[in-house]
């Protein structure tokens, strides 16, 4: 009999909430990068709601842009290195998935490897890697380089990183290990596998020092929702983070990713998409827009416009009219389908450059949904059921409150229409999403069986 199709859930928590005057709230986390028992409540209100993971976001710059006064009210300037706070929270944690954003860009394929393939060992088959290739132009300051790398070479570039990275967490077979005390043979060195990899990019000879994975190897995720990105996503991706706020919009991407996945020599069934979603979520309706408009009214215009100066990679936004109309703009270098997604909306709605920067301060291009637990989920069941995500990357506004608003209020309401798990079926993060176990490149035959 074949199981019902369910849910998944990933928590994606910024520093203090996702909204940029979170930090604001009196209630909130303040101690973004010192805290880690800030960290710690929140992946244990994830895990206590059975989300499938918690998902960092990253950037590797502080940004020096705009006004020392805007600067200087910024709240997510500091926060903790992603695999170093996952690592921690792998011994405190028993089922969520642990997912971190790692750049293509400013790494290297080994030393990433290695990195998620402990994390994965730490936490008994729970990691994921994020893989971006930075949408922030200053990382290229920190990392020996005069300016970013165009969007196209960025590309280029990460998918052979992803096909190094890849190889390498095959470099050893399951059962390679035999530690017989009694022979005195420690591993079977047939089941090691040397990758020799020699690139445009990259020169890797392997093996990985890492024993393979307990869920095969660490699941990996992407977002990008350019021509390119959408490539990628088919390519490479297992999880695939995107933005749209219509379900329109949600559909011709879900269907479009999913078109190309078989020409990478995928299956669907190996692809989940996960719409960025920000609930707001009250007993009433009148609660909830009481607590979104209690939020917007904390954002400092010089914070407003510096944040979407960032999100759409343009700067100057401060010599325009504040509630003027937002003019035509030229595409940039750094997160480009972003950009585009957010002016469209400007040019659909006929916003003023205030009100774009309203919009961008908390769902920052994602779904948005204010209401009661029923009307939230009527967004997600809709979304889910209609062709447009196997689940969502839940945006809490402000930490801890308003993820505990969806744990305890939207969670409760989709396992009683049957969309969302009781308990977990898996101790990894692939057992958990319903993805099968990936088949070694060193291994051509044999049935792709699903993970535990």
């Not at 997510?76 to 405190?92: C, G, Q, R, Y």
């Not at 990105?229 to 011709?252: H, K, M, P, S, Y």
Request: neutral net charge.
């Amino acid at each position: 009999m074949k199981q019902r199709r369910m849910m998944r859930l990933g928590a994606f928590v910024h520093e203090t909430g996702q909204h940029v005057a979170a930090w604001r709230h009196p209630e909130a986390h303040a101690l973004s990068g010192v805290s880690f028992a800030q960290m710690l409540e929140t992946a244990q209100l994830a895990e206590r709601g059975k989300f499938d993971l918690l998902f960092l976001a990253d950037s590797a710059a502080v940004s020096l842009a705009g006004s020392a006064d805007a600067r200087g009210r910024m709240g997510k300037v500091v926060k903790f290195e992603p695999m170093t706070i996952l690592s921690a929270l792998a011994a405190v944690t028993k089922n969520l998935g642990l997912v971190a954003t790692s750049t293509t860009t400013y790494n290297e394929p080994y030393t990433l490897a290695r990195q998620f393939a402990s994390l994965d060992q730490i936490s008994g088959g729970r990691s994921g890697w994020n893989l971006v290739t930075s949408n922030n132009e200053a990382d290229a300051l920190n990392y020996s380089k005069d300016e970013h790398l165009a969007h196209a070479d960025r590309y280029e570039r990460a998918i052979e990183f992803a096909d190094v990275v890849n190889g390498l967490w095959d470099s050893w077979d399951a059962d390679a290990f035999r530690r017989d005390k009694e022979s005195g043979v420690f591993f079977d060195p047939s089941k090691l596998h040397v990758l020799n990899h020699k690139g445009k990019h990259f020169k890797v000879r392997g093996p990985l020092n890492v024993a393979r994975s307990p869920q095969g190897r660490p699941v990996l995720v992407q977002a990008g929702a350019s021509g390119t990105g959408r490539d990628v996503a088919a390519r490479l991706a297992e999880l695939v983070f995107t933005a749209q706020t219509t379900i329109e919009q949600g559909r011709e991407f879900y269907s479009d990713v999913m078109a190309r996945v078989p020409k990478f020599g995928r299956t669907p069934e190996e692809v989940k998409v996960m719409p960025g979603f920000y609930p707001v979520v009250g007993r009433t309706e009148a609660e909830a827009r009481e607590k979104f408009e209690y939020l917007q009214s904390l954002i400092q215009p010089a914070v407003g416009l510096a944040i979407l100066e960032h999100t759409i990679g343009v700067h100057g936004l401060d010599k325009l009219p504040l509630h003027g109309p937002v003019p035509e703009m030229a595409d940039t270098n750094g997160p480009l389908s972003r950009q585009r997604l957010l002016l469209e909306a400007a040019r659909r709605d006929k916003l003023t450059l205030w009100q774009l920067c309203l919009l961008n301060a908390g769902p920052r291009g994602h779904v948005l949904a204010i209401g009661t637990p029923e009307q939230v989920a009527d967004v997600m069941e809709e979304w889910f059921v209609g062709g447009a995500a196997d689940g969502f990357n839940v945006m809490p506004a402000w930490l801890p409150g308003s993820l505990a608003d969806f744990v305890e209020m939207v969670i409760p309401e989709l396992q009683r229409r049957g969309l969302f798990r009781t308990e977990y079926e898996s101790t990894t993060l692939r057992g958990n999403l319903g993805l099968p176990l990936p088949r070694s490149r060193f291994h051509t035959t044999g049935v792709v069986e699903a993970a535990q």
